[in-house]
């Protein structure tokens, strides 16, 4: 078996891993709805006086994270602040949860086995063609997604992030694979190290972007539908945090997002310079990487525009985000153009 | 969580809505400058700019779906036969030069007109923001998100606040005292520079814009097709094509001249994969300027030659056959290596040969160059490898008008047999002339002969290494816009990381006495943006003020009873 077979192998076994974690993760929201119809019949069950708990107690597994005690006392150092921002219901430690993050951590691991071994194999960067790209660009997708949780619990994304991953690497894997060849001398550069990384990096960004905005609409719809949890369809949403909170999250990923795609188009002109003689030209890709970043420069203008905050805003990202996928798919086969590195 | 607030920097302390349009547009007096006014409000709106970004991504796309005349003129022409009813109504409406249409441009300069008439005023705000001081502290802190407070004994407010201001400063706030309401207080600004990233994003993305669009018009693109052996000269006569900007001066061509001496290319053998891919391109050339000594320099693809206030680009490549013409006196009336352009990967060429006068009738020659030759099935030849393994020039003949001397200029690379007679190949029954290297053969009906010379004679039999020379094609171009746009690029991107990270807040500390001689610290702040990080940095500064006053702590940094 040579390096490249060791390749594919390890990337199948990741895809297959993923799967478990798609599952894993959407086993712990299923959970999470469940919760949520069990405290909202508790609580029924409270308002109408049928239940044992006339002390008030709350709930152990499930209430608001948000203590409403404003404390005054003066050896507090700190005052404990109402989070408003806060899910309504918080869901239970769960075991199903975690073992998503292990098998993502697993695949990871196996993902970048992949990936790693392909560029030795290659003898140059993985991301010369756009099997490559797609393998390193879900590579960091996961990567980003893995490091933004140790900060922020974004873990109810893992259904998203996984059944993206496993959807782009399954459609290259089968469409995209091109065995190993020497690069055509336009792509002999450094640029392309730079250019195509810093273009995955932003991609990943935007990808988490695009999962938080999406939910960030579907809370929104839910907080005007009124906080009556029976009613409620996509039940897990009260376990998340408020469309506000998630707004902002969303913002933080995709201004990320925007820089490292601003650095990418400039990256992308210097190349263009040296190889093609101009440093733009308008070419197809050029085209998509500038409307891509119109789109999302639109995306934080709204967010300062009254009237375009929230839900509207959401759907400029969302916008965005589907015009990087169109970028990635349909204009790299379909459309001509000098940038014909897809390797098919 | 905090809104971010609007980027107006008005002083009062309290949320503001997120816009710029003054919450509620103003009713314009009637009146011409009433309307202008009311018109260039609407223009530098925020809900215009957006508006207008909006309008440009859309605009940008259909540039994508059909071929430009800028960056790929005969798809035009192939989307015009194709589309012979479509393509005419989409010429009207300049889809075939979409980003120079008067469409796309009227969006980017509205764009760009909203956008100066949205930075100057920010400007001046944000100059006069800068010299201001920091606003006076508001009544009840209390009511803000990120409200704390600590209680020290034995302390005074005075001394209390004292400290706190010296903290602020060394934390790179500017500070101000006030005094009011039996409660001393220090109030305190900071991240002015995130304001300032922005305007230098917009200012630098007008620069870019400027440096295009004046500093292009002074450049120039050439276009030379150079064979080995060949010189070129920097004059627009040597040109094969060329595209002046709109204030070029011919004058100002820097006069030197570049000698191909050598152009290598190296194909990949190991790799079944790829056999044959071409893995490098190599040219050997030569400067020679007025006055100095001349300089041998290389260029490769990814490696432009900048030489003399120019950039030399190697963009394509091909065989270019030498191929002598003989009168049937024997008479040399065609001598010439002519460039052949390459039809697929493994550099299937044709060219052209076109013999105006020595004959007794005008001859034309469509060329077939095959590097490696392989006759097929059907008995056409194909290559099967873009190097010289077993060249082969096939050619067919034609007699007659070859239409040149209209005048008109009449493309190297095509020759138009409306008004000639074929000779040979074709449906003529007589065979195309087939030659390799160092070969000669009759032409038909004893008009002479015709060879195809062989660059490398003393090569051994068998050995066609370097037989036909080959020739790149070179752009020359100069743009002295190019330095520019990438120093406000530069400027474009430091801009947005500042304006993007760098935290603008404010904060409060105000010390009430109380009668038991305890001092009540009350902390608070105000994001101005987006600032994730405010709660956080209103904490660390109420920890590390109590810190400095002697608030007792046990190790974990819980306030001892
Ligand atoms: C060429 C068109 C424009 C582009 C590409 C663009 C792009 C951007 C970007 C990327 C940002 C975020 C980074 C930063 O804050 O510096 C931004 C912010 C901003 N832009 Fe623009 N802009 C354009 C035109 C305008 C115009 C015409 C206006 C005025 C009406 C404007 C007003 C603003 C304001 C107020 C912000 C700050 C928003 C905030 O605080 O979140 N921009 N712009």
Redesign the pocket.
């Given at each position: 078996m040579n390096l490249d077979e060791l390749s594919v192998l390890s990337l199948w076994s990741a895809m297959a891993i993923y799967a478990l974690a798609f599952i894993a993760f959407a086993l712990d929201l299923a959970k999470r709805s469940a919760e949520v119809s069990a405290y909202a019949d508790e609580q029924a069950a409270q308002a109408s006086g049928a239940g044992s708990r006339v002390d008030g107690e709350q709930v152990a597994s499930a209430g608001s994270a948000a203590t409403t005690t404003t404390s005054r006392v003066s050896s507090t150092a700190t005052i404990e602040r109402v989070d408003e921002d806060a899910s309504d219901v918080t869901p239970k430690r769960s075991a199903t949860l975690r073992i998503g993050v292990a098998l993502t951590i697993i695949g990871f691991l196996l993902h970048a086995t992949a990936d790693v071994t392909r560029g030795i194999s290659a003898q140059r960067v993985p991301w010369a063609n756009m099997y490559e790209f797609a393998m390193t660009g879900t590579l960091l997708i996961v990567m980003v997604f893995l490091m933004v949780i140790v900060k922020v619990d974004l873990r109810f994304l893992g259904t998203f992030v996984m059944g993206l991953v496993l959807i782009l690497l399954g459609v290259s894997g089968v469409n995209f694979y091109v065995a190993v060849v020497p690069l055509p001398p336009a792509l002999q550069s450094a640029w392309l190290i730079i250019h195509v990384f810093v273009a995955s990096l932003g991609t990943a960004f935007f990808g988490l972007g695009f999962a938080l905005s999406a939910i960030q609409l579907f809370q929104h719809r839910r907080e005007l539908a009124g906080k009556d949890l029976k009613l409620l369809k996509l039940k897990f949403l009260a376990t998340l945090p408020s469309s506000e909170r998630l707004e902002n999250l969303a913002y933080r990923v995709n201004i990320v997002g925007?820089i490292f795609w601003t650095f990418t188009l400039m990256a992308g002109s210097i190349w263009a310079e040296r190889a093609w003689g101009r440093y733009w030209g308008w070419d197809t890709k050029e085209v998509w990487t500038f409307i891509i970043w119109?789109i999302y420069?639109g995306y934080?203008?709204a967010?300062?525009t009254r009237g375009w905050r929230g839900s509207r805003s959401a759907w400029l990202a969302i916008i965005g985000f589907a015009a990087v996928m169109f970028n990635f798919t349909i204009v790299n086969i379909f459309f001509k153009g000098l940038h014909a590195y897809s390797g098919l | 969580m905090s809104r971010?607030s609007d980027?107006v920097d008005s002083g009062s302390a309290k949320r503001q809505p997120a816009d710029?349009d003054n919450n509620s547009i103003e009713q314009p007096k009637l009146g011409f400058v009433g309307w202008i006014r009311f018109a260039w409000r609407q223009l530098?709106?925020?809900r215009?700019?957006l508006f207008l970004?909006l309008m440009l991504a859309i605009a940008a796309v259909p540039g994508s779906l059909v071929p430009q005349r800028s960056s790929d003129p005969n798809g035009v022409t192939q989307y015009f036969r194709d589309n012979p009813s479509l393509a005419p109504v989409l010429d009207n409406m300049q889809f075939f030069d979409v980003y120079g249409s008067a469409w796309f441009s009227a969006i980017y300069l509205l764009?760009?007109i909203?956008?100066i008439g949205?930075v100057i005023p920010r400007t001046k705000h944000h100059f006069q923001a800068m010299r201001a001081r920091p606003p006076r502290t508001p009544a009840r802190l209390n009511r803000l998100d990120s409200y704390t407070e600590q209680t020290v004994e034995g302390a005074d407010a005075a001394s209390a606040i004292s400290s706190a201001r010296t903290l602020l400063k060394k934390s790179g706030y500017r500070v101000e005292m006030y005094e009011g309401g039996g409660s001393l207080s220090v109030s305190a600004e900071r991240g002015y520079l995130r304001e300032t990233?922005?305007l230098v994003?917009?200012s630098a993305?007008v620069g870019i814009l400027l440096a295009i669009g004046v500093g292009g018009g002074f450049g120039y693109a050439g276009q030379r097709v150079v064979v080995e052996g060949q010189t070129f000269v920097n004059t627009l006569l040597d040109y094969n094509s060329f595209n002046p900007g709109r204030f070029f001066n011919p004058d100002t061509l820097s006069p030197y001249a570049l000698t191909v001496d050598d152009f290598a290319v190296e194909y990949e053998k190991q790799n079944l994969d790829a056999y044959g891919q071409a893995i490098d391109y190599t040219a050997k050339v030569t400067t020679r300027s007025p006055g100095q000594e001349p300089e041998k320099q290389t260029i490769k693809v990814n490696e432009p030659l900048r030489y003399d206030n120019t950039d030399v680009y190697l963009l394509g490549n091909g065989y270019a056959p030498k191929i002598t013409v003989r009168d049937p006196q024997g008479k040399a009336v065609f001598t010439d290596s002519v460039p052949f352009l390459p039809q697929d990967a493994n550099l299937t060429s044709i060219g052209v040969v076109k013999v105006p006068d020595g004959l007794s009738d005008q001859l034309g020659m469509i060329g077939f160059f095959y590097p490696t030759a392989v006759k097929n099935a059907s008995g056409a030849y194909t290559s099967t490898y873009p190097d010289l393994v077993y060249p082969l020039l096939t050619l067919n003949v034609y007699k007659g008008d070859l239409g040149i001397n209209e005048g008109a200029p009449k493309s190297v690379y095509e020759l138009v047999t409306d008004g000639m007679t074929q000779l040979t190949g074709g449906k003529t029954d007589v065979d195309s002339i087939e030659l390799q290297p160092g070969q000669t053969a009759d032409l038909p009906n004893g008009m002479g002969t015709v060879t195809f010379e062989n660059s490398s004679p003393q090569q051994a039999a068998g050995n066609f290494d370097n037989t036909v020379p080959r020739f790149v094609s070179l752009d020359v171009h100069h743009d002295p816009s190019q330095g520019f746009v990438l120093l406000f690029a530069i400027l474009v991107m430091l801009?947005?990381l500042t304006?993007?990270f760098v935290p603008r807040r404010r904060v409060w500390v105000k010390a009430v006495e109380k009668e038991d001689g305890s001092v009540t610290l009350q902390y608070a702040g105000l994001a101005r943006?987006?600032d994730p990080g405010l709660r956080q940095a209103v904490d660390a500064i109420a920890y590390r003020h109590g810190t400095i006053l002697g608030v007792p702590r046990d190790l974990r940094g819980t306030v001892k009873k």
């Amino acid at each position: 078996m040579n390096l490249d077979e060791l390749s594919v192998l390890s990337l199948w076994s990741a895809m297959a891993i993923y799967a478990l974690a798609f599952i894993a993760f959407a086993l712990d929201l299923a959970k999470r709805s469940a919760e949520v119809s069990a405290y909202a019949d508790e609580q029924a069950a409270q308002a109408s006086g049928a239940g044992s708990r006339v002390d008030g107690e709350q709930v152990a597994s499930a209430g608001s994270a948000a203590t409403t005690t404003t404390s005054r006392v003066s050896s507090t150092a700190t005052i404990e602040r109402v989070d408003e921002d806060a899910s309504d219901v918080t869901p239970k430690r769960s075991a199903t949860l975690r073992i998503g993050v292990a098998l993502t951590i697993i695949g990871f691991l196996l993902h970048a086995t992949a990936d790693v071994t392909r560029g030795i194999s290659a003898q140059r960067v993985p991301w010369a063609n756009m099997y490559e790209f797609a393998m390193t660009g879900t590579l960091l997708i996961v990567m980003v997604f893995l490091m933004v949780i140790v900060k922020v619990d974004l873990r109810f994304l893992g259904t998203f992030v996984m059944g993206l991953v496993l959807i782009l690497l399954g459609v290259s894997g089968v469409n995209f694979y091109v065995a190993v060849v020497p690069l055509p001398p336009a792509l002999q550069s450094a640029w392309l190290i730079i250019h195509v990384f810093v273009a995955s990096l932003g991609t990943a960004f935007f990808g988490l972007g695009f999962a938080l905005s999406a939910i960030q609409l579907f809370q929104h719809r839910r907080e005007l539908a009124g906080k009556d949890l029976k009613l409620l369809k996509l039940k897990f949403l009260a376990t998340l945090p408020s469309s506000e909170r998630l707004e902002n999250l969303a913002y933080r990923v995709n201004i990320v997002g925007f820089i490292f795609w601003t650095f990418t188009l400039m990256a992308g002109s210097i190349w263009a310079e040296r190889a093609w003689g101009r440093y733009w030209g308008w070419d197809t890709k050029e085209v998509w990487t500038f409307i891509i970043w119109v789109i999302y420069a639109g995306y934080i203008h709204a967010r300062a525009t009254r009237g375009w905050r929230g839900s509207r805003s959401a759907w400029l990202a969302i916008i965005g985000f589907a015009a990087v996928m169109f970028n990635f798919t349909i204009v790299n086969i379909f459309f001509k153009g000098l940038h014909a590195y897809s390797g098919l | 969580m905090s809104r971010p607030s609007d980027y107006v920097d008005s002083g009062s302390a309290k949320r503001q809505p997120a816009d710029d349009d003054n919450n509620s547009i103003e009713q314009p007096k009637l009146g011409f400058v009433g309307w202008i006014r009311f018109a260039w409000r609407q223009l530098t709106s925020m809900r215009t700019a957006l508006f207008l970004l909006l309008m440009l991504a859309i605009a940008a796309v259909p540039g994508s779906l059909v071929p430009q005349r800028s960056s790929d003129p005969n798809g035009v022409t192939q989307y015009f036969r194709d589309n012979p009813s479509l393509a005419p109504v989409l010429d009207n409406m300049q889809f075939f030069d979409v980003y120079g249409s008067a469409w796309f441009s009227a969006i980017y300069l509205l764009l760009f007109i909203s956008l100066i008439g949205c930075v100057i005023p920010r400007t001046k705000h944000h100059f006069q923001a800068m010299r201001a001081r920091p606003p006076r502290t508001p009544a009840r802190l209390n009511r803000l998100d990120s409200y704390t407070e600590q209680t020290v004994e034995g302390a005074d407010a005075a001394s209390a606040i004292s400290s706190a201001r010296t903290l602020l400063k060394k934390s790179g706030y500017r500070v101000e005292m006030y005094e009011g309401g039996g409660s001393l207080s220090v109030s305190a600004e900071r991240g002015y520079l995130r304001e300032t990233g922005n305007l230098v994003f917009h200012s630098a993305l007008v620069g870019i814009l400027l440096a295009i669009g004046v500093g292009g018009g002074f450049g120039y693109a050439g276009q030379r097709v150079v064979v080995e052996g060949q010189t070129f000269v920097n004059t627009l006569l040597d040109y094969n094509s060329f595209n002046p900007g709109r204030f070029f001066n011919p004058d100002t061509l820097s006069p030197y001249a570049l000698t191909v001496d050598d152009f290598a290319v190296e194909y990949e053998k190991q790799n079944l994969d790829a056999y044959g891919q071409a893995i490098d391109y190599t040219a050997k050339v030569t400067t020679r300027s007025p006055g100095q000594e001349p300089e041998k320099q290389t260029i490769k693809v990814n490696e432009p030659l900048r030489y003399d206030n120019t950039d030399v680009y190697l963009l394509g490549n091909g065989y270019a056959p030498k191929i002598t013409v003989r009168d049937p006196q024997g008479k040399a009336v065609f001598t010439d290596s002519v460039p052949f352009l390459p039809q697929d990967a493994n550099l299937t060429s044709i060219g052209v040969v076109k013999v105006p006068d020595g004959l007794s009738d005008q001859l034309g020659m469509i060329g077939f160059f095959y590097p490696t030759a392989v006759k097929n099935a059907s008995g056409a030849y194909t290559s099967t490898y873009p190097d010289l393994v077993y060249p082969l020039l096939t050619l067919n003949v034609y007699k007659g008008d070859l239409g040149i001397n209209e005048g008109a200029p009449k493309s190297v690379y095509e020759l138009v047999t409306d008004g000639m007679t074929q000779l040979t190949g074709g449906k003529t029954d007589v065979d195309s002339i087939e030659l390799q290297p160092g070969q000669t053969a009759d032409l038909p009906n004893g008009m002479g002969t015709v060879t195809f010379e062989n660059s490398s004679p003393q090569q051994a039999a068998g050995n066609f290494d370097n037989t036909v020379p080959r020739f790149v094609s070179l752009d020359v171009h100069h743009d002295p816009s190019q330095g520019f746009v990438l120093l406000f690029a530069i400027l474009v991107m430091l801009g947005l990381l500042t304006s993007l990270f760098v935290p603008r807040r404010r904060v409060w500390v105000k010390a009430v006495e109380k009668e038991d001689g305890s001092v009540t610290l009350q902390y608070a702040g105000l994001a101005r943006g987006e600032d994730p990080g405010l709660r956080q940095a209103v904490d660390a500064i109420a920890y590390r003020h109590g810190t400095i006053l002697g608030v007792p702590r046990d190790l974990r940094g819980t306030v001892k009873k």
